[in-house]
């Protein structure tokens, strides 16, 4: 009995100095966008029992990496806890607590093993270290309108015009054949004709991340071995060449869609088809948002087919987001603690089946969890296909770029990109003068520094399976 009196003494004394470490502490944290600091207040009663207030800067994603950078700069941070996107981990990491740190010291299991590798060994690692955990495991998905695919009248011109059955497209040509299809046809029935799919290339990422994933589907690589850029490639101008040829089935100012206008476009029955990150799915089902709640359908985004007929598949994961703690917080284990709460599987498993929250799974266990197929029990059919493609996209996608001054090329490409949707240069020639700037940058940056942290990522990728496929785009 007085043994147990002791031991309870010692774990009230350890409470009380835990308590007084990060009792009455208000921590500040970049949350990009409300729906991201939603995940954290679903905790705010745990969180709040530990003494911690939360506040929350929604700094729009543009916004983000200058903020967060000119604080680094000058060895402070205003905020605790920091979302960023995983392909500035390379920036950011001189600049974070190593995760191991902050779990040995403060006895937290953080659960890596339960990451699924791609986000796991890419999005929060840099030279061998962890310096994140994963927050939103962005992926692309193929959404369609069943009425457009099932109707008998589609189909059957369909086959009378392409020689092939009417299916959600497995190839990027078919994609592009599909569109040209569907647009100006009343594809659902309504008496109004409709456009022939729907992507976002609005300038700042979206016009990059959409023709990403078409370079990478198109068996493209960033650089090659020797830092030469591979973006102004086979596999690149194919993409870009998809991107112009399907611009005339779009719905007008698609040049200015990011990810609200193009969903809505969507939601609203206006295209039979979309390219979307995954949280398009929640929405697509809640008929407080959506036109087409019993009529949606999900599956993989298109591949190349290579001379065995096989589908070659890498979807893009564009940006995601992972949460790390500035090395200058002050509030260390206050941070910790809360990531350690709002990362845990049923906590991630929770955010990520909430429409509300934008944000997709991310653990193994979640993208296995039974709990799918009760979101929607009147459809089990689209429960068990969403579920199946955020699996196999998360386990076979294909990481965002994650190199020092990641952010500088993107804004190269993606300025070109644009200056070739609005029909100022041919895809070529778009691709080639971006490949020149990241030739540039590559040299302002330091040649030997950027190959070197390019094969860091590079070595990372091919322990995945993934390595240069030009040919599939020939």
Do not use: C
């Amino acid at each position: 009995m007085f043994m147990i009196k002791i031991k309870s003494i010692i774990l009230i004394l350890l409470s009380f100095l835990f308590i007084s470490n990060v009792y009455g502490l208000t921590l500040k944290i970049s949350s990009v966008a409300d729906p991201y600091a939603s995940v954290f207040r679903l905790h705010e009663e745990a969180i709040s029992k530990l003494g911690i207030d939360m506040v929350f800067d929604n700094n729009p994603p543009q916004d983000t990496y200058s903020k967060n950078m000119l604080d680094f700069a000058a060895g402070t941070s205003t905020y605790d806890i920091v979302l960023f996107m995983p392909a500035w981990l390379a920036d950011y990491s001189r600049h974070l607590e190593p995760i191991g740190n902050l779990s040995s010291k403060y006895g937290l299991d953080f659960k890596l093993d339960d990451i699924v590798r791609t986000y796991r060994d890419v999005y929060i690692r840099w030279n061998g270290v962890d310096y994140a955990v994963p927050f939103d495991g962005d992926q692309h998905i193929l959404f369609y309108n069943k009425k457009a695919f099932s109707s008998q009248i589609n189909k059957n011109a369909f086959k009378k015009e392409y020689g092939y059955e009417l299916a959600p497209p497995d190839t990027w040509d078919e994609y592009r054949a599909m569109a040209k299809f569907f647009n100006g046809r009343d594809w659902d029935g309504d008496g109004k004709t409709e456009y022939g799919v729907g992507e976002a290339w609005q300038r700042g990422g979206y016009a990059f991340w959409w023709w990403a994933t078409k370079f990478l589907g198109n068996g493209g690589v960033w650089f090659d071995e020797d830092m030469n850029p591979l973006i102004n490639g086979p596999s690149g101008i194919k993409a870009l060449e998809n991107t112009l040829a399907i611009k005339p089935y779009t719905p007008p100012g698609t040049a200015n869609f990011g990810y609200p206008e193009l969903e809505a476009a969507f939601l609203n029955g206006e295209v039979p088809m979309v390219i979307q990150w995954a949280s398009t799915g929640k929405s697509a089902k809640d008929p407080n948002v959506s036109n087409i709640v019993n009529d949606v359908g999900a599956t993989l985004v298109p591949g190349s087919r290579d001379k065995y007929g096989s589908i070659y598949r890498r979807p893009g994961l564009p940006t995601g987001w992972i949460a790390g703690i500035p090395k200058y917080s002050k509030n260390k284990e206050a941070a910790a603690r809360v990531l350690d709460i709002i990362s845990t599987p049923e906590a991630s498993l929770q955010a990520a089946m909430l429409s509300t929250t934008y944000v997709d799974p991310w653990r193994k266990s979640s993208y296995y969890s039974d709990e799918w197929s009760n979101l929607w029990p009147n459809d089990p059919v689209y429960s068990k296909d969403y579920a199946a493609a955020l699996r196999t996209t998360a386990e076979t996608g294909f990481p965002d770029l994650q190199v020092p001054g990641t952010y500088e090329y993107w804004n190269s490409l993606d300025r070109e990109i644009s200056e070739a949707i609005a029909g100022n240069k041919t895809a070529e020639e778009a691709l080639d003068e971006a490949a020149k700037e990241w030739n540039k940058i590559t040299k302002r940056l330091g040649f030997a520094k950027q190959k070197k942290a390019w094969n860091l990522q590079y070595n990372a990728l091919k322990s995945l399976g993934i390595k240069y496929r030009p040919e599939l785009a020939r």
